[in-house]
């Protein structure tokens, strides 16, 4: 073993061990009534734009949580300094990185408890107020992240620096309440999204270019779901709904088999392509507070054939295109941006596939809850290579080669 690693290892291991027990006390404080009692005055503090209720009870928090948060940190952090000493690791007094770490909180903590001036400004750095520069990120927690915690889902988001224990709890996104609007909702997948969606307790909206409205089978029951029709071409009409819907997911699509004329071309840049650029963009626009930044999220189905061979070129060209589309428009928008990367699964649009919709939007919800930005699902294990290097190539590329655009709100 590269004799580097054992020291690289306490060092960050002893730091990101400190961090998994805040997490874990934060979500055990949500859930255990006794912990729940000091927690709650963190949750007293903040007002929605993130403006504190006043002086006395911010302080007050400082005592009744920030502070032992930190020391049960400082604890355990110790038991990690005293492993890595009991079992005589190389360089084991770097097991005690942890330790100095979690008191660099607890004197910030401590100083901001007693209210020395601009102590929470320095380090008080995820409930600052003001407008939200950045989306939420997925691996950093930044304040649009932590904002959710207080005012999205106080069930969810726990995580204080690095988002890993809730993407490993599934709690980096909640769907709970959410309004969730779906396109080709009457197909396959659409319909199976719009289930697994709902039985995670959010308003499902289903997008169709039927007429007739729609219902799900949940559990051996028919439940009808607020149906709304649209048209490709047409996609301005849902301007209105836009605006009260928390996350779009652009999941129609058409796959004209075998065929090279002019109006299956024309028919499938405009299905697979055009229609999603367009609402995507209509989407944007009605991103204009903190709240929206913070909880308004797209989501596109571009499929596998964005890295792989789809047998039917049209459909690749097509995809594909929304896909770099997508890529592209990420760089500057004004919130989460996911794609959804599938492989072949049975529905009328690819008649031999062998997954199932409702296997496959099982795993979208699932990976979505855990903040991937692409959800891949797929039996073909090359798409897991390839895909995130075209993805990462192409997107710098892009970024190299373009010049940042501004983002365009609707006026009111
Ligand atoms: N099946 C696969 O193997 C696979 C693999 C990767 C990705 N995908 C993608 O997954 C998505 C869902 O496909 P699916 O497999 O569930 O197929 P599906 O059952 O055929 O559903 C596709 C839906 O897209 C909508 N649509 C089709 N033509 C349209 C048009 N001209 N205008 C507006 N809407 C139209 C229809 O829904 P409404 O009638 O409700 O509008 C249709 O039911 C598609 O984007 C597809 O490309 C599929």
């Known amino acids: 073993m590269p004799t580097f690693l054992i020291p690289t290892g306490l060092f960050f291991g002893s730091i990101l061990w400190a961090e998994i027990v805040r997490d874990l006390y934060h979500a055990l404080a949500h859930h255990w009534t006794p912990l729940y009692r ?38 355990f952090s110790i038991l990690f300094a005293f492993w890595a000493y009991f079992y005589q690791l190389p360089y084991h007094w770097l097991g005690w990185m942890g330790s100095l770490y979690t008191l660099s909180f607890l ?25 939200f520069t950045a989306i939420p990120q997925p691996w950093r927690v930044n304040r649009t992240y932590h904002w959710r915690h207080h005012f999205d889902n106080q069930k969810a988001y726990y995580s204080g620096t690095i988002a890993l224990v809730d993407k490993l709890m599934g709690t980096a996104l909640s769907l709970k309440g959410k309004t969730i609007a779906v396109t080709g909702a009457s197909g396959s997948l659409g319909k199976s999204l719009l289930k697994y969606l709902q039985l995670q307790e959010a308003k499902v909206i289903a997008l169709t270019s039927q007429s007739e409205p729609l219902s799900l089978e949940i559990a051996g029951n028919l439940r009808p779901v607020t149906t709304i029709t649209w048209q490709v071409g047409q996609e301005n009409a849902l301007l209105d709904v836009l605006r009260s819907v928390d996350i779009l997911i652009l999941n129609h699509g058409v796959n004209f088999h075998q065929q090279r004329s002019p109006e299956a071309i024309a028919q499938s840049y405009q299905v697979n392509a055009l229609s999603g650029w367009r609402l995507m963009e209509l989407f944007f626009t009605t991103v204009k507070t903190n709240e929206d930044i913070a909880r308004k999220e797209v989501w596109v189905n571009t499929s ?25 428009r990420r760089l500057d928008a004004p919130c989460v941006v996911r794609k959804l990367i599938l492989g072949p699964f049975k529905s009328n649009l690819n008649p031999v596939g062998v997954m199932s919709a409702d296997w496959v939007a099982k795993q979208i919800v699932n990976l979505a809850q855990r903040d991937i930005r692409n959800i891949i699902v797929t039996i073909n294990p090359l798409t897991f290579l390839l895909f995130p290097v075209k993805e990462f190539t192409q997107s710098l590329y892009f970024k190299l080669c373009t010049r940042k655009s501004l983002p365009n709100r609707e006026t009111d």
């Open 107 to 131: 004197i910030t903590a401590i100083a901001r408890g007693l209210g020395i001036p601009n102590a929470d400004e320095l380090t008080d750095i995820t409930h600052r107020p003001g407008a």
């Open 38 to 75: 000091l927690h709650v005055w963190h949750h007293r503090v903040f007002r929605p734009d993130l403006s504190v209720a006043t002086q006395e009870i911010y302080r007050q928090a400082h005592w009744y949580n920030d502070v032992p948060e930190a020391l049960v940190m400082l604890s």
């Open 304 to 328: 596998e054939a964005e890295a792989n061979p789809a047998f039917s070129p049209l459909y690749e060209l097509s995809k594909r295109s929304l896909g770099d589309i997508v890529t592209l």
